[in-house]
């Protein structure tokens, strides 16, 4: 009996193993691996030899790269717009959510099932058929919106470079407000209906249901869509791409995705575009990671 046990446990980890394996290969092969290729990538710089007229030749540049990254002022500034673009599209994606979340949770809500599912049908859109679709809207000759708005006497463009980014934060929050609506209803649905019963029995009112109950039970998940849509706004690339031939308010370095996609395939600097593909990387892990521990630093306090 021992021995077919200690041979049970013995074939345990092996079939875990089997299990987990195709997992750990396609998240090194399409994860890992390119982070490290990135970054290897952007140590290295190919410069031309003979006066030009020899092969270029790949030396080992160290930090250069990246010294030359922060040293080009559009890409400083593209680093400051994403930075403007999250401060904008985080908080009202958030209360967007939020808000959708409450309103299909109240009691009072009709067709939930039916609100649902209008609320996500955006995110089934992909990103590209979602811009060109606002891309009409936005454009005076084409958005029957706008022609009304100038027939009123009010004109009104949203590609102007005083608001191209609030129309790209419509675009990303139409996209995704209502995926977050469903991780935030899913939470609200989590929460025992005792709580709610006592609640009523105490006498309290539908806002002080919402922000005594409601709210601090999905702290949890209100912070992993705030984290989710921290490193998607720091991501930025598909709207300013497929807007920028609609609008001169968008440049080839509005982003710094942007910057490093036009270093790659316009100017052949993959080395250059590589470095500000890892500063766009650790970007993101510094303010995602530094939204946690102020999170968590300001939920211990409080408990």
């Known amino acids: ?64 790269n990246y010294v030359r990254a922060f040293s080009d002022p559009t890409f400083s500034q593209s680093l400051l717009r994403l930075l403007l673009f999250s401060a904008i599209l985080v908080p009202l994606m958030v209360v967007t959510a939020l808000g959708l979340a409450l309103l299909l949770d109240s009691a009072s809500a009709r067709f939930p099932r039916v609100f649902r599912i209008i609320s996500f049908a955006p995110y089934g859109v992909p990103g590209v058929v979602a811009t060109l679709l606002w891309g009409f809207l936005y454009v005076p000759a084409t958005s029957p919106i706008l022609q009304v708005l100038s027939n009123w006497g009010i004109d009104v463009n949203p590609l102007s470079s005083s608001v191209v980014l609030f129309a790209i934060a419509n675009i990303s929050l139409w996209g995704f407000a209502g995926y977050n609506m469903v991780i935030l209803s899913s939470a609200l649905d989590a929460i025992p209906s005792e709580l709610y019963e006592a609640a009523r029995v105490d006498g309290a009112s539908a806002w002080a249901t919402i922000l005594h109950i409601k709210l601090p039970l999905v702290r949890p998940s209100v912070i992993l869509v705030t984290v989710f849509t921290i490193i998607g706004t720091l991501q930025l690339f598909v709207e300013p791409l497929v807007l920028r031939p609609l609008t001169t308010a968008i440049g080839t370095t509005f982003t710094p995705n942007l910057a490093a996609y036009n270093q790659a395939f316009a100017q052949g600097n993959s080395n250059l575009a590589s470095a500000m593909a890892v500063i766009v990387a650790l970007l993101g892990f510094v303010v995602s990671f530094g939204f946690l521990r102020f999170v968590n630093r300001k939920g211990n306090r409080a408990w």
């Open 1 to 64: 009996m021992a021995t077919r046990t200690h041979r049970t446990r013995a074939r345990i980890p092996r079939a875990a193993w089997v299990l987990i394996l195709p997992f750990v290969i396609m998240f090194a092969a399409f994860f890992i691996a390119p982070i490290v290729y990135a970054v290897v990538q952007s140590l290295f710089a190919t410069e031309s030899s003979g006066l030009g007229f020899g092969a270029p030749e790949t030396k080992f540049a160290f930090f250069d």
